[in-house]
Structures are given as C-alpha cells and as structure tokens.
C-alpha cells in the first residue's frame, strides 16, 4: 500500500519561508517516475506549482519560480518544497503527488495559510 505522509505546513507572515516535506512508502524508488507539489485554494483548480523527475530535471509555476525549490532525496522517497517569500496569495492546501506507471498517489494535502 502506498502512502504519502506531507507535512510543514502552517499560518506564516508574508515575506517568511516554510518546508514542506512528503514522504513515500510502499513503493521502491525506481517505480517512482517524478514527484510533485500541487496546490489548491478556496473556489480554484488545483494547479501545479513543482515537480521534479527520477532523473532530478524540475518544473515550476511561473507564479512561483525563483521563490519556490523542489528538491529530493531519493534514499529516503521524501520531495521538498522550500517556499521563501510566501505571498498571501499562496495560501492554498498543498498536495504531494507521485507519478508511476499507472494511476498517481496523493497525499492527504497540508495546508498554508500566509498572512499579509
């Protein structure tokens, strides 16, 4: 059974950063294709924000790019997302998504909330 486990979520100030982190189990490395961060916020689609591939090459949200890092430690199934200079209009649910070879696997999502 795979399971994705996020978390780091949280209420900040704009102008802070937050980690989120997402970790995998049940599922060997190799199976893992990419890994991703999607986000919601209230009344919106879930859009993506990052993703990075087995073979580390990595897309962002232009909304996002040059604040927002995802990274990986493939030892461990875990993807990061550093957020530095949070904006209020990133409060959203964020959610971890693994892509494999059939159907993808969420996370139960963590919220962000930024405060202006």
């Known amino acids: 059974q795979v399971q994705l486990v996020e978390s780091g979520g949280g209420l900040v100030q704009a102008g802070t950063s937050l980690r989120l982190s997402c970790a995998a189990s049940?599922?060997?490395?190799?199976?893992?294709?990419?890994m991703a961060w999607y986000r919601q916020a209230p009344g919106k689609q879930r859009e993506l924000v990052a993703r990075?591939?087995?073979?580390?090459?990595?897309t962002y949200a232009d909304s996002v790019k040059g604040r927002f890092t995802i990274s990986r430690d493939n030892a461990k199934n875990t993807v990061y997302l550093q957020m530095n200079s949070l904006k209020p209009e990133d409060t959203a649910v964020y959610y971890c998504?693994?892509?494999?070879?059939?159907?993808?696997?969420w996370g139960q999502g963590t919220q962000v909330t930024v405060s202006s």
């Open positions: 998504n693994l892509e494999r070879l059939g159907p993808d696997y």
């Open positions: 990075i591939a087995r073979a580390g090459s990595t």
């Open positions: 049940g599922i060997s490395t190799v199976s893992i294709a990419a």
